[in-house]
């Protein structure tokens, strides 16, 4: 079964905060197909923005393995530098690990791995990035223990943290 949507967006900017920088009008298509019998799904995504009839686009195609998922992203700004991420998650009889690169616009790469694993009252959860060179640049380890109907959640984190208490996009675990 295939199942696809197509989306398509006038002025994006009416849509942004008034305190939000904007771009100007752009025009966007998104096309979603998803194969849910195959274990697929792909996003496209094309914005031209009106002003200069410049064009950025993504691309998501993610597939499901027997023993979990792979995930590829590419990226493709107005200014044209592109960006890209790899990611597979495997599941394993206690939780999962993942793994994967990315490799950002000002052509940077790094790789990331990680793992979360149950245990007999909660969780862990650790996650490392490291640069070209093999070194680590920034981590998270979480553990969550459940005892006597409290909840007890540790976290430490590594590395640099951009922009407000949850590090600059949002939270994470």
């Known amino acids: ?12 900017h009416l849509a942004t905060p008034a305190s939000a920088q904007s771009v100007g009008p752009v025009s966007s298509t ?3 197909t998803r194969y849910p019998d195959a274990g697929t799904f792909s996003r496209d995504t094309s914005v031209t923005r009106a002003r200069d009839g410049a064009v950025a686009t993504s691309s998501t195609d993610r597939t499901s393995t027997e023993t ?11 200014a044209g530098r592109t960006a890209s991420r790899n ?4 599941r394993t009889a206690s939780g999962y690990t993942e793994s994967g690169s990315i490799t950002r616009p000002n052509g940077r790469s790094y790789g990331l791995n990680g793992s979360r694993v149950r245990t007999d009252n909660g969780f862990t959860r650790d996650r490392a990035l490291t640069n070209a060179d093999g070194a680590t640049v920034a981590s998270r380890n979480v553990a969550v223990a ?8 540790t976290a430490t984190r590594t590395g640099p943290r951009s922009g407000g208490q ?6 994470r675990g």
């Open 146 to 153: 459940r005892a006597d109907g409290q909840v007890t959640r």
């Open 1 to 12: 079964m295939r199942i696809t949507i197509a989306i398509s967006a006038l002025a994006f």
């Open 68 to 78: 979990g998922f792979t995930s590829d992203t590419s990226r493709t700004g107005f």
């Open 30 to 32: 998104t096309t979603i």
């Open 87 to 90: 990611y597979g998650r495997t």
């Open 166 to 171: 949850h590090g600059g996009r949002g939270r």
